[in-house]
């Protein structure tokens, strides 16, 4: 009865570790699309069910002080380093989407849906319209 005991409860605790390791929260490096090179970390984060992303680090040498002086309203001329670059997304099974993300290098926003490949690769697609309309990125977890 004890080994029995002692093996549900370790089941338990797998699963609780597995659950929390399939989490889109964290931090994120991204890339750029052209050069491959480490871009900013995203930090990804729920607030009241949904999910939103803020750039926390600037990876991209002399860029670190970089605005986004192309965004419109309140996110112009605004420092892109703390920027909610992904707002609103909701979860639907596999995948949150239902809300936007902001390219800072041409200040649009796209609708966006994000989910996680494995543990440690984000999919996140922006897109105009439908989904077919857009890119894609990979983002590893930092």
Not at 129 to 141: I, N
Request: charged share 30%; glycine share 12%; net charge positive.
């Amino acid at each position: 009865m004890k080994k029995l005991a002692a093996y549900c409860i370790f089941l338990l605790f797998i699963g609780i570790q597995t659950g929390q390791a399939q989490s889109v929260t964290g931090k994120w490096k991204t890339f750029d699309d052209e050069t491959g090179a480490a871009k900013s970390i995203v930090e990804i984060y729920e607030k009241n069910g949904k999910i939103y992303g803020k750039v926390v680090e600037i990876l991209e040498k002399g860029k670190e002080d970089k605005t986004c002086d192309k965004c419109k309203g309140s996110k112009k001329d605004k420092p892109v380093k703390g920027l909610v670059i992904i707002e609103g997304l909701s979860k639907d099974g596999d995948t949150w989407d239902g809300g936007t993300i902001l390219d800072p290098k041409n200040g649009k926003e796209y609708k966006c849906h994000i989910n996680l490949e494995n543990n440690d690769k984000l999919k996140v697609r922006g897109y105009i319209g439908l989904s077919l309309l857009g890119r894609t990125q990979y983002w590893t977890r930092v």
